[in-house]
């Protein structure tokens, strides 16, 4: 092993459990195809851009291999490594993290001779989201996440120097902890990858778990009948019957559905965790993990089960002897007509999950249909308000600057409320960050009256010098309306709803009689209604999954459930006052943000003009964008030649030898954007590329529409995006 890692000129910004993916992946990789030479990692500065090389004297890639490596379950067949299992998802997962970054990799081999691959990142932070900086310096890291890899490298030597086990291996696991909370119980695990299996069952054994293995999901569950396990860690993809597949098996069979299961799956990402979730595992965890997240999570879950069964168990008693009495008076037309009760019940439930899921269905088919015309739409009401704002006259009168204003207010409320939507129909997580909650709910208020109804009065009491909070946007948003719509249902005759925000201090009196509260500073958001209030028997539930007092098919039970796991996940508090004919006070505690203030950091800055000799291609099938578009280019200075698809542009292109910069819709018919740029660069290998779409970015990252590396502004966008933008890929270097 060779490492020559020098200090670089200028730093690189990494997410440090990414990278630290990253990084393993490659060098477990390398040794699992080198048997003898070396394998080198070297750290250099190239330009702009630092340089990873991750060099080995191994097996090689075949030519005709080297442009599918990057491919999800791709694996190169008859490749002689030390392990013949993988799940063919590791460099992908490499590819992913890198894009992630604003970086690219590829990849060098000979075959028979050596393999290389290059990650470039770029120095500094200019290709970075500023939301997703970090101001403090990253801590080193623990190691942990690589004893997986070392794990997995200690059993291919194993299975090579003959032995079952080798003595540093037992070394590895001696520092792990016993679980004697969950001592005694029996763990099924499932997975057909031997490698794998081989190394979950030691770390449970290490710890003290009976365990026994299954090689796919059928023959986990014929061991879950026979057995009855305390807990099933059961991987996702396997033959016959998959993790998801076992998973509706064991909730499906009487004897088998309180049996705790936790997922095992590389796929990662909240959308992977969410769909796990939803199938009703009670965890996922995402390979690789380390032995002691694993083991952690493992006792975890038997623990919470074991309560869970045991409270089952004294509920189920107690009711058991309150009801036996009435039981016997009971004849068999009641029982019949309790049974066509609960019949009818549950096909009434079954029609309405059916309903529920063809309404998400149709809403994400609706967002992704629309979204590409209705941004074109706003790139052009939003541009042309810019356009009157800039040109008004100095003397114009103040209710057309007024009205101006409100337009433009209105087009970038719209252009929100698109992108709202469209993450909303894809499950689109949104980072914490700071906000002002007085702006918050102010720019919510038409939303809640119009979740309220007319009958009701939304009257706000925001405080003056009010804190910030960090936190998930979206998700107090939902928290508000979820209360807002409780409120509603709690006052069908009318009445008024009161949203005030308070600076506010909890001392150790309040939260040593408070759960998972820490003294300190807080800003309240307070909700209150004049609704009928709640019972106090009642108001000890409100806050427990699915507990509701509505009938059915008038609430999930869930509403209450989100605003108090939202508010814990935040580092908050919750509390809840209310009694019969008094209505009900829901206040959210949440902790002050101290950080820099980003959104004063901001400067007005200049909007950048062309020289007047420099070309722009404008390529949109839209009319109306086109002609905006090369209206903003042309104020700002630039010469500008237009094409409405992708063949009339390469012939602009062939006519015109002094353009400086392509810019192109994603979405164009015939030759799409993508095609045309790689088209356009086979002619003019410097020419500069820019993308725009209706779409967001990340979606079309995600889905693989534009390659790392490229340059793409989203729309609707405005002048000064548009100007700044523009500038900065002209002055880049090619």
Request: aromatic letters at 4%.
């Amino acid at each position: 092993m060779v490492v020559d890692c020098p200090p670089l000129p200028q730093p690189v910004y990494v997410d440090r459990e990414m990278w630290e993916k990253i990084v393993l992946n490659l060098l477990s990789n390398a040794f699992k195809f080198t048997f003898d030479g070396e394998i080198a990692i070297k750290l250099l500065a190239a330009g702009r851009n630092a340089e990873l090389i991750v060099r080995d004297t191994g097996v090689g890639i075949p030519q005709q291999e080297l442009s599918r490596v990057f491919e999800r379950f791709h694996r190169i067949e008859g490749s002689r490594g030390r392990s013949f299992e993988g799940s063919g998802i590791g460099l992908a997962l490499v590819q992913e993290l890198v894009k992630l970054h604003g970086g690219a990799i590829r990849v060098e081999s000979e075959e028979g001779r050596r393999t290389a691959f290059i990650i470039s990142l770029p120095f500094g932070t200019e290709h970075l989201p500023k939301d997703h900086l970090r101001s403090d310096k990253a801590v080193a890291s623990t190691g942990i996440r690589a004893q997986a890899y070392v794990e997995e490298a200690l059993r291919w030597l194993s299975t090579e120097n003959g032995s079952g086990r080798s003595a540093t291996g037992r070394e590895v696991l001696s520092d792990l902890p016993s679980l004697r909370a969950a001592e005694n119980a029996t763990v099924l695990l499932a997975d057909d990858n031997a490698d794998m299996r081989d190394y979950v069952r030691r770390l449970l054994a290490s710890a003290g778990l009976r365990t026994e293995v299954a090689v796919d999901g059928q023959a986990a569950l014929e061991s879950a009948r026979r057995i009855k396990p305390d807990l099933i860690l059961s991987d996702i993809m396997m033959p016959r019957l998959d993790g998801l597949g076992l998973l509706r098996a064991v909730r499906d069979d009487e004897d088998l559905r309180m049996v705790p299961v936790i997922l095992l799956s590389a796929r990662a990402g909240e959308e992977a965790e969410v769909q796990g979730l939803d199938a009703g595992a009670d965890d996922y965890l995402v390979k690789p993990f380390s032995a002691r997240e694993l083991l952690a999570r493992v006792q975890n879950t038997i623990i919470l089960a074991r309560t869970r069964r045991e409270a089952a168990e004294r509920e189920r008693e107690l009711r058991l002897t309150a009801e036996s009495a009435e039981a016997k008076l009971r004849d068999l037309n009641a029982t019949l007509e309790a049974r066509v009760k609960n019949a009818l019940a549950d096909h009434a439930a079954a029609e309405e999950q059916l309903r529920q899921a063809q309404k998400m269905e149709a809403i994400g088919h609706l967002t992704g249909g629309v979204a590409h015309d209705f941004n074109n739409l706003l790139t052009i009401v939003i541009g042309n308000i810019e356009s009157l704002q800039r040109h008004m006259p100095a003397g114009a009168p103040d209710r057309l600057r007024r009205s101006a204003e409100n337009a433009m207010q209105g087009a970038k409320r719209a252009a929100t409320l698109t992108q709202r939507l469209l993450a909303f129909s894809r499950r689109q997580p949104l980072e914490p960050k700071p906000v002002d909650l007085n702006k918050l709910v102010s720019g919510m208020s038409d939303l809640l009256r119009g979740t309220l109804g007319e009958s009701v009065e939304l009257q706000t009491v925001l405080a003056g010098g009010l804190w910030r909070v960090e936190i998930d946007y979206n998700q107090l948003e939902n928290s508000l309306i979820n209360l807002a719509v409780n409120a509603r249902d709690a006052m069908p005759k009318g009445g008024k709803l009161i949203v005030e925000t308070a600076n506010a201090h909890l001392d150790e009196g309040y939260t040593a009689r408070e759960t998972e509260v820490m003294p300190g500073q807080y800003v309240v958001i307070a909700v209150s209604d004049t609704g009928s209030g709640i019972s106090g028997d009642v108001l000890e539930r409100v806050f427990e999954p699915f507990f509701t007092t509505k009938p059915t098919g008038h609430g999930t039970g869930l509403g209450l459930s989100q605003v108090y796991g939202f508010v814990k996940q935040s580092g908050g508090h919750v509390k809840i006052y209310s009694e019969p004919g008094e209505g009900t006070t829901v206040k959210i505690y949440l902790p002050r943000f101290t950080g820099a203030n980003e959104e004063d950091q901001l400067a007005a800055d200049t909007i950048p003009d062309g020289n007047g000799m420099e070309t722009v291609l404008v390529v949109e099938n839209d009319d109306g964008v086109r002609e905006h578009s090369s209206e903003i280019l042309q104020e700002l200075g630039y010469r500008v030649i237009e094409a409405h698809d992708g063949v009339t542009a390469l012939t602009k292109l062939e006519e015109n030898n002094s353009i400086d910069l392509l810019f192109t819709d994603v979405g164009l018919p015939g030759i799409n954007g993508r095609e045309l740029a790689e088209e356009a660069r086979k002619r003019r290998p410097r020419l500069k590329v820019l993308f725009t779409t209706g779409y967001a970015r990340n979606a079309i990252v995600h889905h693989g529409r534009l390659d790392a590396g490229v340059e793409m502004i989203s729309k609707p966008f405005t002048y000064a995006d548009l100007a700044a933008k523009v500038r900065k890929i002209i002055d880049s270097a090619s």
